[in-house]
């Protein structure tokens, strides 16, 4: 019952918020009763979601809670756009981060959705080495666009058309898309990002970002007697260059080169003389496409993806064919030599994506990883899964690590949302002195911490966001070193403490007064002094488990308590935002930028996973003390980290890494 009403977003005079009427939600929720105008009210929510089984209990909640998120962005003023979301809406479990992804890009267009739905249940039909590659790329581009976004590469709107085009990419009724991806990429994609001297360097410039979030020219800092400037962009390319060359796989300007000229031969009327020429160009790059042999490939197959072409083999023998039917004139027999250049680019394309995709997320050049060939071709979308509705769920669901005995490690679900899966790699030990104690955390928590660090962007880290935080805690502070009996139940009421906190704060106040602070977390000393926490989403925790959205907040104090009592589902992390605002208020002490934060939460969070111990899973005043702990001396010490492998960038050109 708290789960489900804690979910349900509400007006300011406690309504639920748009879609309310019935009518629309059982629509979407089989079974659910329907009076077309009452809206819904706390009676119909437990009765349709309680007459569910477990599994479908969960479903629906996130289908209440994404329906209302997506609401309140999406313009919906016309029949067909109604329709449309609601089809989104009834269609969330199937196809759950291709929706979330739209939603995390920001598409508000509810035409997109219900038409990225409608191409994603298309792409899904086809099975084995098709199926992969039409999903792969697919899911690839639309990886791609959220990234840019995310980083600021791309806005909202400009985002949203890119996206429009690539699920608009016709896909034949065999399942092939025959080239389509490939001109989306070299026409839509790459009007919407800035031009670079090939098209993998466009995208890893696009994924990388500019050096910040904030207007303006990058910030200067002085530390440790040196000069250095913010460079996010800058940093992330270095470390995707770096990524991309271990992975040892081909520029994704192969496979569109051979896109283009098979399309350029399978066409109708193309002169022997362009098509000499064509040929051509595709034999200087043929020396450059590696031999991999059969058992090669096999080590990295996904169940059920079928044994990809052998490429180099497939290209040569594909420029013999040509070669032959220039020199015997026959134009037929050119367009039907090109035919395997098409499938081949899909391919090639196709794993293209799923590397370039594993890059942005693997975390650290130097990483375990890494250590292997390129892991994005073990992806396994579940296409080794025999009923045919699970395997479009596993297609289109959150994606995860696969640690089984005797079988590659590798990643199963979806491609969007990879930074989910490999959450942990976000992490960063920076001391490895002495012996670990075994984790107080469950395991659902840690990986909650983890996600949190994952799920923080860097390019949302502002210096004004960080200054009014640090802002309305001193407030809150100051309003606690001067509390009296009498304003102890308001400021109680203000951050809906528990009746049993009430008394130990009152006890306190009386007899130990200078331990009264402590006994509040950060995010409540940010309430008390004024501070909204729906203004600083960009500094709280994961709510994937609490509110269904990949995305962070700083949860409202006194929603814990309904959060409390379910350790399998890592909740308690996504009240504790304290560690994260407590690494805000020591930037502005150091006067560093905001946007280091990712990167000294990076090491910090790992620390505090490392050693906090909690007297049980829900308690949760522990984490919030604990969080403060880190001292100033260890902070520098994550900041130290920025000026080796992170966004500090020496300003000395003689000193560039």
Known sequence: VGMTLARIEVDESGAPAAPAARGFWSRVLPGSGSDEDRPIDAAWLLESIGSADVRQRSERLDQLAFGQRVARIVAAPTDRDRADMLYAVRMFPRFRMLLLTLERIGVANAAVYGAAVRQAARVSVPEGHRGFVALAQLQGGLALVARAAAVHSLDASKAEAVVSRLIAAPLGEDGRYAGAVARWVREDLANGIAPAADMETAIINAISGPSSGERGSSARVSWEGGQYRLDLGAAERQRLRRVREKQETLPIDVGLTIAAAARQLVSDGTPLAEAQGVVGRLTAMADGVPRRSRDDESDNLAPGAGMPAAQHEVLRKGIDELTKAIRSKDGKRVVRAAEPLVDLADEMLAYALLSIAYAAEVGDPDGAVLLADDVSRRHDFGFGVRDSDIRLRTAWSPPRQEVIPNVPWHVTGSLLGLDIALAPLALRRISVDGVLEAPRLTAPERESFALSVSLMNPFALLDRDRDAIVDAIARGTRRVETLTDQALESLADDISMEG????????????????????????????????RPNDFAAWGMAAAASYGCFCTRVMTPGRSAALMGRPQLGLVASVVSDLNLHVAMMLRRLALPAALARVVVSGAMQDFIDTVKPTDPGDWLTLARAARTATRERIEDYVAVATAAGPLMPVNTSQQR
């Open 500 to 531: 049993w906190r009430r008394r130990a704060m009152r006890w306190t106040l009386v007899h130990e007064r200078d331990r009264l602070v402590s006994m509040l977390s950060p995010g409540e000393l940010l309430v008390l002094g004024g501070g």
